[in-house]
């Protein structure tokens, strides 16, 4: 990040999907309900339905761990460019 | 006690003197807290906010305390036990909060450090210059947060009917509630001589008991009942017998195809009302930096998954052949039976302040909204630092006070009837607080059409819904319009608010109708700590308290 080029960045950069797909990845499996009302298969007795959101509840944890992470290495390289830039935007 | 057990039958001793222990020990912490990295000066923002100051672990106590209430340990697992799946979607729903708290509210944080706001009316009438739609979140804040106090004691009043202090039917009404009214007193006591660091401090307490009865139940219960494999059969077999008795599906393992409607729209429509909440809000603007919420946003889910557990109890209650009338009393009386007398004390002591730590922050939160933005804007507008506290700490007191009227007087039905409406109403709040916070496009007189509609289409669409016990209020979903899936009618109607508020701006701004001044400009919105013009932080006073 550090040899970045000095010009402007832009508003939407490849970091910033990857952050935006993160936050929206839970919306899309949760929403879509059809996709694990079932009872099959069964963990340790427990139906589908039920540990299936369970997971997901580690699963958007880590994704949003992710974007945190990601966005503040974003926030971090946008100032030291402001700072070495000057009136860099 | 023996008075109060009088008559009921069987009290159960030993837990009632473990509950009694957790309860005194609370209440002492409850008003040292009020000495707890103290500040000197005596404003709105010392006592509501706790002076701005909590770090990620605090905030992290404070938003799990809050959040997860009494009610939602009571009412979730009720619900399963009632219906099953259909009560599982707390579970997504919790799941969906994080994603939107890490985005926008981060912003709202910024700008109300750097502006001096403390709710979010203040912040809607700092953006859009429009004291009638800052008078309009407010009322509805208030108006969503009351009955939401009023269940957190009905969450109280089941563990004390499952310990047998509640008083049978034929108990004088004085001696029946007398356990609730010492719990309230205690509750209303602390509060105002502490604000907001008494719950932040119990909240701890709190929190370690929940964690605690929630391990040993999710492991010693399956146990006691020969593992799920057995849960999950009686559970089956019991909604199969339902279902045949009722002619059609009305509960099962897994929702049906025409439940996946009402589960979505319940999980998204809950989580995007869930931070409109005014005690949500003050739990976040009192965290010390920007940062803090977004780290949160990386450890809150401990609780969802937490929460997700603690549904299942829901099967376990059914499988352990627990039969009550009030399903409010189903995990309760899953605790007496299963674990001994000891520990049903510290689970219902759990339970208990379980309902204080929310109750707490609720009504402070509603006492600050009607301070800032009722009493300030329209009634007072000279008010001092010290007046606004004093006010706000009155407010509170009547909040509570209205609540527990409103326990006692009327029938449990009626406020988690109210409490559903609240939910819908709330999330009315949604355009103007959300929309604000990216854009300054909409118009403030569409936002306030928009509310209007959202507000008027909701409470009808919820009144016209009857249930098997219920001819009015039966329950939360109803037809989409245009659709017609069953869906979550406070999700129609935000739709049907944000319809509103779109085409209105569109006119009034060909129309050219006079737009309010906007106090906030860009930066604020990504303002953090340290920077320029960013409130700091008041020094903690006592050293090595902090963190």
Known sequence: ?89 | MNVLAAGTGGVNGIALAVFIFFFVAVTVMGFLAARWRKAETESLDEWGLGGRSFGTWVTWFLLGGDLYTAYTFVAVPAAIYAAGAAGFFAVPYTILVYPLIFTFLPRLWSVSHKHGYVTTSDFVRGRFGSKGLSLAVAVTGILATMPYIALQLVGIQAVLDVMGVGGGPDTNWFIKDLPLLIAFAVLAAYTYSSGLRAPALIAFVKDGLIYLVIAVAIIYIPIKLGGFDEIFQAADAKFSAANDAAGKPVAGLAPGEAGQWTYATLALGSALALFMYPHSITATLSSKSRDVIRRNTTILPLYSLMLGLLALLGFMAIAAGVKVENGQLAIPQLFENMFPDWFTGVAFAAIGIGALVPAAIMSIAAANLFTRNIYKDFLKPDATAEQETKVSKLVSLLVKVGALAFVLTMDKTVAINFQLLGGIWILQTMPALVGGLFTRWFHRWALLAGWAVGMAYGTLAAYGVASPTQKHFGGSSDEIPGIGEIGYIGLTAFVLNVIVTVVLTFVLRAAKAPDGIDETSPEDYTADAGDPGVIEELPPATAGAAH
């Open chain 1, 1 to 89: 990040m550090s040899d970045a080029p000095e010009v402007n960045r832009p508003v939407v950069t490849p970091v910033r999907v990857v952050i935006a797909v993160c936050l929206v990845a839970p919306f899309v499996a949760m929403l879509w309900v059809g996709s694990y009302a079932k009872v099959d298969p069964a963990f340790i007795g427990i139906p589908f339905f039920y540990w299936y959101q369970m997971l997901w509840v580690v699963i958007s944890t880590a994704l949003t761990m992710v974007a945190y992470q990601l966005w503040q290495r974003d926030q971090r390289a946008r100032k030291a460019e402001q700072v070495r830039g000057g009136a860099g935007r």
